[in-house]
């Protein structure tokens, strides 16, 4: 079989598209490339959207947290507490079998039936506790970012005459993201990392559609020889850390643009963070 | 385990509920939070040595020796240290294997056929006929080298960049005073990064605790594959049939690990108050200041 064809077959078989079956013997290296190449859409797809939702829940949660009523403070610090104190597999775990003990005809809500099925899913389910996770990690760095807001910006704001949301907006919101954006890189890396997990926990991988690391321990399970695959992933990987780098570097050189020198690149450094 | 317990299907309520968390798999059950412990004890020291050694070699002045502490450190920056966890025990248990195959076997035949791996009976760890407590054993020492090789690799990050974090003008004085390079490192940077690495060791801490887990992927019988054993729905062919629990098993192994954070933070919060101590920093101004008022 030609790689061009192992390519019609297999480039979309994570999505569920192509050839129904995964090959079962006499493993190409064409074929170990595509599939799990294939399988990082699922990791792509799972890291652009919770930090994509992930971003605005940290947002809430951090000024929930720097706010004086403890109404808000209290639920917000439990909450990071949660999913910053336990380990993002229990948390995989604990959300599906939740999920599952949903009843499976739907809820009823207002004489509306609310189908919970498809919260069972990895696509859906995984996606939110990573969201949940990396809200949690996010708003931290956030927050760690609101209370390190220089006294002076406050001060010139107020000299302004602006107050309340308009201060917010133009004054401590940027200098926030500016403060908080090289460890959030950080975090966005770990978070793409992270994905990895979902198919190794609870959430199974419906018709053998999994991620890169699935179908790299599908091949590594097959051939006993785990010095392809696995750094077939691994390179992957590198690739995608790189992409992301790079895409936080330019916004962090636009959050920065109005300091001459200040927008630094970024140095990645990956534990002095969780 | 209670005098009572001898027949479970006449139990009720609180009585049941003793008999039932006091079996013999809910024993294996508890002693696995052990097993966790364990882990953590052994890996924590051992991923240190191999990041302190990283580190070292990573300013060393010998070329080949930088390079090495070098990739060391950077490979698991790009990586996802899951990867590694699912790599490093099978890799190393096929290099051992094959060690043992060159010398202890006498065939000539090719370890790799197709897509076996096949070393003859002699070769075999742990060996066909060791018992099963050995098997477990294994795993669990392949576990603790693959846990050791990835937080080493972190930790080697940290040391490097406290390292390089102590002042010069300390190691310049020391130069002055005409000690060697290898007096330098150990009488004043060595003792002295330790501050600077701490806030980092604190996390990687954090992210040991909190990958231990992944333990049920390489095979070993941690909480996570007793939760999911126990907490399964049972039958009425089992002794106590009950539906699925799995939830409750998970909320409980959550609460542990929730205290095990609590508790370290705690700790770790304490061990920087003592560190900064007399240090040229900010904290330990702060703490100079609150000793003389």
Same mark, same amino acid.
């Given at each position: 079989?030609?790689?061009?064809?192992?390519?019609?077959?297999?480039?979309?078989?994570?999505?569920?598209?192509?050839?129904?079956?995964?090959?079962?013997?006499?493993?190409?290296?064409?074929?170990?490339?595509?599939?799990?190449?294939?399988?990082?859409?699922?990791?792509?797809? #799972?890291? #652009?959207?919770?930090?994509?939702?992930?971003?605005?829940?940290?947002?809430?949660?951090?000024?929930?947290?720097?706010?004086?009523?403890?109404?808000?403070?209290?639920?917000?610090?439990?909450?990071?507490?949660? #999913?910053?104190?336990?380990?993002?597999?229990?948390?995989?775990?604990?959300?599906?079998?939740?999920?599952?003990?949903?009843?499976?005809?739907?809820?009823?809500?207002?004489?509306?039936?609310?189908?919970?099925?498809?919260?069972?899913?990895?696509?859906?389910?995984?996606?939110?506790?990573?969201?949940?996770?990396?809200?949690?990690?996010?708003?931290?760095?956030?927050?760690?970012?609101?209370?390190?807001?220089?006294?002076?910006?406050?001060?010139?704001?107020?000299?302004?005459?602006?107050?309340?949301?308009?201060?917010?907006?133009?004054?401590?919101?940027?200098?926030?993201?500016?403060?908080?954006?090289?460890?959030?890189?950080?975090?966005?890396?770990?978070?793409?990392?992270?994905?990895?997990?979902?198919?190794?926990?609870?959430?199974?991988?419906?018709?053998?559609?999994?991620?890169?690391?699935?179908?790299?321990?599908?091949?590594?399970?097959?051939?006993?020889?785990?010095?392809?695959?696995?750094?077939?992933?691994?390179?992957?990987?590198?690739?995608?850390?790189?992409?992301?780098?790079?895409?936080?570097?330019?916004?962090?050189?636009?959050?920065?643009?109005?300091?001459?020198?200040?927008?630094?690149?970024?140095?990645?450094?990956?534990?002095?963070?969780? | 385990?209670?005098?009572?317990?001898?027949?479970?299907?006449?139990? $009720?309520?609180?009585?049941?509920?003793?008999?039932?968390?006091? +079996?013999?798999?809910?024993?294996?059950?508890?002693?696995?939070?052990?097993?966790?412990?364990?882990?953590?004890?052994?890996?924590?020291?051992?991923?240190?040595?191999?990041?302190?050694?990283?580190?070292?070699?990573?300013?060393?002045?010998?070329?080949?020796?930088?390079?090495?502490?070098?990739?060391? +450190?950077?490979?698991? /920056?790009?990586?996802?240290?899951?990867?590694?966890?699912?790599?490093?025990?099978?890799?190393?248990?096929?290099?051992?294997?094959?060690? /043992?195959?060159?010398?202890?076997?006498?065939?000539?035949?090719?370890?790799r056929q197709g897509n076996d791996f096949i070393v003859c009976a002699a070769a075999k760890l742990p060996l066909s006929t060791s018992p099963a407590w050995v098997h477990d054993l294994y795993g669990?020492?392949?576990?603790?080298?693959?846990?050791?090789?990835?937080?080493?690799?972190?930790?080697?990050?940290?040391?490097?960049?406290?390292?390089?974090?102590?002042?010069?003008?300390?190691?310049?004085?020391?130069?002055?005073?005409?000690? +060697?390079?290898?007096?330098?490192?150990?009488?004043?940077?060595?003792?002295?990064?330790? +501050?600077?690495?701490?806030?980092?060791?604190?996390?990687?801490?954090?992210?040991?605790?909190?990958?231990?887990?992944?333990?049920?992927?390489?095979?070993? $019988?941690?909480?996570?594959?007793?939760? /999911? $054993?126990?907490?399964?729905?049972?039958?009425?062919?089992?002794?106590?049939?009950?539906?699925?629990?799995?939830?409750?098993?998970?909320?409980?192994?959550?609460?542990?690990?929730?205290?095990?954070?609590?508790?370290?933070?705690?700790?770790?919060?304490?061990?920087?108050?003592?560190?900064?101590?007399?240090?040229?920093?900010?904290?330990? $101004?702060?703490?100079?200041?609150?000793?003389?008022?």
């Open positions: 079989m030609s790689c061009a064809q192992t390519i019609t077959d297999y480039a979309l078989r994570s999505l569920g598209y192509g050839e129904r079956l995964l090959p079962r013997s006499d493993f190409d290296l064409c074929q170990q490339f595509v599939l799990i190449g294939s399988g990082l859409i699922w990791n792509v797809y #799972f890291a #652009f959207f919770a930090l994509l939702f992930g971003f605005f829940l940290a947002n809430a949660l951090a000024l929930a947290k720097a706010s004086p009523n403890p109404w808000l403070r209290k639920p917000a610090e439990a909450f990071i507490f949660l #999913f910053r104190g336990s380990p993002l597999f229990i948390q995989f775990f604990l959300a599906y079998e939740a999920l599952v003990m949903l009843p499976r005809a739907g809820v009823e809500i207002f004489g509306l039936t609310v189908q919970t099925s498809w919260l069972t899913r990895a696509w859906a389910g995984a996606l939110i506790v990573l969201t949940l996770n990396t809200a949690a990690y996010s708003a931290q760095i956030f927050h760690g970012a609101l209370m390190a807001v220089p006294k002076g910006d406050l001060e010139a704001a107020d000299a302004y005459g602006l107050s309340g949301w308009k201060k917010f907006r133009r004054v401590m919101w940027p200098t926030m993201m500016r403060l908080a954006w090289p460890a959030y890189t950080n975090e966005a890396i770990f978070l793409f990392h992270a994905t990895t997990l979902v198919f190794f926990s609870a959430f199974p991988a419906f018709q053998q559609r999994g991620d890169s690391l699935y179908y790299a321990s599908y091949f590594v399970d097959r051939t006993f020889n785990p010095f392809v695959a696995y750094p077939i992933a691994a390179g992957y990987f590198i690739l995608g850390t790189l992409v992301l780098i790079s895409v936080f570097g330019m916004v962090n050189r636009r959050l920065n643009r109005h300091l001459p020198g200040a927008a630094r690149r970024i140095r990645y450094r990956p534990l002095l963070l969780r | 385990m209670f005098a009572y317990c001898a027949d479970p299907a006449s139990l $009720e309520g609180l009585q049941w509920l003793s008999c039932y968390l006091t +079996t013999g798999t809910h024993m294996l059950f508890y002693a696995s939070f052990g097993t966790v412990l364990l882990l953590l004890a052994i890996t924590a020291p051992c991923a240190l040595a191999l990041g302190f050694a990283g580190a070292l070699a990573s300013r060393s002045r010998f070329l080949p020796l930088r390079w090495f502490g070098k990739i060391y +450190t950077s490979m698991v /920056r790009g990586v996802p240290d899951i990867i590694f966890f699912l790599f490093v025990p099978i890799a190393l248990d096929q290099a051992f294997e094959w060690t /043992r195959h060159q010398f202890l076997c006498d065939s000539d035949a090719p370890v669990i020492f392949l576990a603790v080298i693959a846990f050791s090789v990835v937080f080493g690799a972190f930790a080697a990050n940290v040391l490097y960049g406290a390292m390089r974090a102590v002042p010069r003008a300390q190691l310049e004085t020391a130069e002055a005073y005409g000690m +060697t390079q290898r007096q330098v490192a150990r009488r004043i940077l060595i003792p002295q990064m330790w +501050t600077y690495a701490l806030p980092g060791l604190s996390n990687l801490w954090m992210i040991l605790l909190k990958a231990t887990p992944l333990l049920f992927l390489l095979g070993v $019988e941690d909480i996570v594959y007793w939760a /999911r $054993e126990l907490g399964g729905a049972k039958t009425s062919a089992f002794a106590y049939p009950h539906p699925d629990w799995r939830l409750y098993y998970f909320l409980a192994i959550l609460v542990f690990y929730l205290l095990m954070t609590w508790i370290s933070e705690r700790v770790l919060t304490r061990v920087t108050r003592r560190l900064s101590a007399g240090q040229a920093t900010m904290a330990g $101004e702060a703490l100079r200041k609150g000793a003389a008022a």
